[in-house]
C-alpha cells in the first residue's frame, strides 16, 4: 500500500528538479524562427501551464497512459478510444517510454546477468570467508573484495579492455547491438561481447555483497541457537545452511535489493566504456541533448524498479523468517 504513494512523491521530486533546468523545447530550434513563433509551440506543448497542472497531467502519462499502451503493444489489443497523450521526447519527437523499450533488452541482458553473477559469487564467498574466518581463502577474498568496491568501474573496464581486448585479443572492445544469435559462431560472439562488462560489473557488485555476507554469518555463527544446533547432534552443513545461512540472508536481501539501482548507475558508466547502446547510454545522451522527458521518464522508472525490488525483499523476508508478518 506504500508504494503506490512513495511513486507519487518521487514523481513530484523528479518533476520540481527537472522542471527548475534550464532549457525548454524551444531552445533547440533556429535562431530564425521569430519569438511568437516559439511562444506558440511553448503554448501548444503546455509549457505556460501553471506547474502543479503540468505535474499532474505527466504523472496520468506515466501512471495511466503509458501502461495502457505499452499493454496494446505487447498483447496487440486496443484499450479504449487509443487516442491518449503520451510523454514525447524533445529530440526525436516520438514516444519516450517506446524508445526505452527498444534500448532495454540491451541493459537488461549485460546488467542483468551481472547482477545474479555478482550474487552467485558474493554469497558463497561471504560464507567460505566467514566460516573459514582469517584463512587464506578469507584474507584473499577480503583483499579481492576491497579492491573491487575500492576501484571505480570506468577504471577496471578500461583497464580490462586494454588487457584482454589490446594486449591478448581474446575479446572485443566494443558491444555490437546489431548480433543476432542464429547459430553456434553467432552465439560464441554474443559471450565474447558481453564477457568484459558483465565481468567488471559483477566484480563490482559481488565486492560489497561479499564483505555483508561475511559479516552476517559472522554475526550468526556465535548465535546461541547455532550451539544449541551443534550440541543436538545436527551434522555441520545442516547448521550451515538451514541455520546460519537463513538467518544470514535477511539482511542481505535488503543490500541486494538495494543495489538494484546502482547497477543502473554502474550501466551509466559500463555502458559509455564499451559503447553498449542500452539504457545508460541514453541517458548520457539525453541530458548531453537537454531532453528533459526522457531524463524524467529514466529516472522515474530507475525508482519505480528500487520500490518494487524492496518490496520483493519484504516478501523474501516472511519466506526467510516465518516469525515475520505484515497485516
Given amino acids: 500500500m506504500v508504494a503506490v504513494p512513495t511513486l507519487v512523491a518521487i514523481s513530484l521530486v523528479i518533476f520540481t528538479i527537472l522542471d527548475l533546468a534550464p532549457g525548454d523545447p524551444?531552445?533547440?530550434?533556429?535562431?530564425?524562427?521569430?519569438?511568437?513563433?516559439?511562444?506558440?509551440?511553448?503554448?501548444?506543448?503546455?509549457?505556460?501551464?501553471?506547474?502543479?497542472?503540468?505535474?499532474?497531467?505527466?504523472?496520468?502519462?506515466?501512471?495511466?497512459?503509458?501502461?495502457?499502451?505499452?499493454?496494446?503493444?505487447?498483447?496487440?489489443?486496443?484499450?479504449?478510444?487509443?487516442?491518449?497523450?503520451?510523454?514525447?521526447?524533445?529530440?526525436?519527437?516520438?514516444?519516450?517510454?517506446?524508445?526505452?523499450?527498444?534500448?532495454?533488452?540491451?541493459?537488461?541482458?549485460?546488467?542483468?546477468?551481472?547482477?545474479?553473477?555478482?550474487?552467485?559469487?558474493?554469497?558463497?564467498?561471504?560464507?567460505?570467508?566467514?566460516?573459514?574466518?582469517?584463512?587464506?581463502?578469507?584474507?584473499?577474498?577480503?583483499?579481492?573484495?576491497?579492491?573491487?568496491?575500492?576501484?571505480?568501474?570506468?577504471?577496471?573496464?578500461?583497464?580490462?579492455?586494454?588487457?584482454?581486448?589490446?594486449?591478448?585479443?581474446?575479446?572485443?572492445s566494443y558491444y555490437d547491438t546489431t548480433l543476432e544469435v542464429t547459430d553456434w559462431n553467432s552465439f560464441v560472439a554474443q559471450i565474447r561481447q558481453i564477457a568484459l562488462p558483465v565481468g567488471v560489473l559483477s566484480m563490482f557488485n559481488a565486492a560489497a555483497l561479499s564483505r555483508f555476507t561475511r559479516s552476517a554469518m559472522l554475526d550468526n555463527l556465535s548465535a546461541d541457537y547455532v550451539r544449541t544446533a551443534r550440541s543436538k547432534g545436527l551434522r555441520e552443513k545442516r547448521v550451515l545452511v538451514r541455520h546460519v545461512l537463513r538467518n544470514s540472508l535477511i539482511p542481505v536481501v535488503t543490500l541486494i535489493a538495494l543495489q538494484v539501482p546502482f547497477v543502473f548507475a554502474g550501466a551509466l558508466i559500463t555502458e559509455q566504456i564499451f559503447r553498449i547502446n542500452g539504457i545508460g547510454q541514453l541517458m548520457i545522451s539525453s541530458i548531453h541533448g537537454g531532453d528533459v522527458p526522457m531524463v524524467q521518464t529514466l529516472s522515474f522508472l530507475i525508482a519505480a524498479i528500487t520500490v518494487f525490488f524492496n518490496l520483493v525483499a519484504d516478501i523474501v523476508y516472511g519466506i526467510l523468517d516465518p516469525r515475520i508478518r505484515y497485516e
Fill in 26 to 172: 524551444t531552445s533547440s530550434l533556429p535562431l530564425t524562427i521569430p519569438g511568437d513563433v516559439r511562444e506558440q509551440i511553448r503554448e501548444s506543448m503546455g509549457f505556460n501551464d501553471p506547474f502543479f497542472i503540468r505535474w499532474i497531467l505527466w504523472v496520468k502519462q506515466m501512471f495511466i497512459n503509458e501502461p495502457l499502451s505499452i499493454i496494446e503493444q505487447v498483447f496487440n489489443i486496443q484499450v479504449g478510444s487509443g487516442d491518449r497523450t503520451r510523454v514525447l521526447s524533445w529530440q526525436s519527437r516520438g514516444p519516450v517510454v517506446d524508445t526505452i523499450i527498444e534500448r532495454l533488452p540491451q541493459t537488461t541482458w549485460v546488467m542483468g546477468l551481472a547482477f545474479i553473477f555478482g550474487i552467485l559469487i558474493a554469497v558463497p564467498v561471504g560464507v567460505i570467508s566467514a566460516y573459514r574466518q582469517y584463512s587464506v581463502f578469507d584474507q584473499v577474498g577480503t583483499f579481492v573484495s576491497m579492491v573491487g568496491y575500492s576501484v571505480p568501474t570506468f577504471f577496471t573496464g578500461l583497464l580490462a579492455i586494454i588487457i584482454f581486448s589490446v594486449k591478448l585479443g581474446w575479446f572485443p
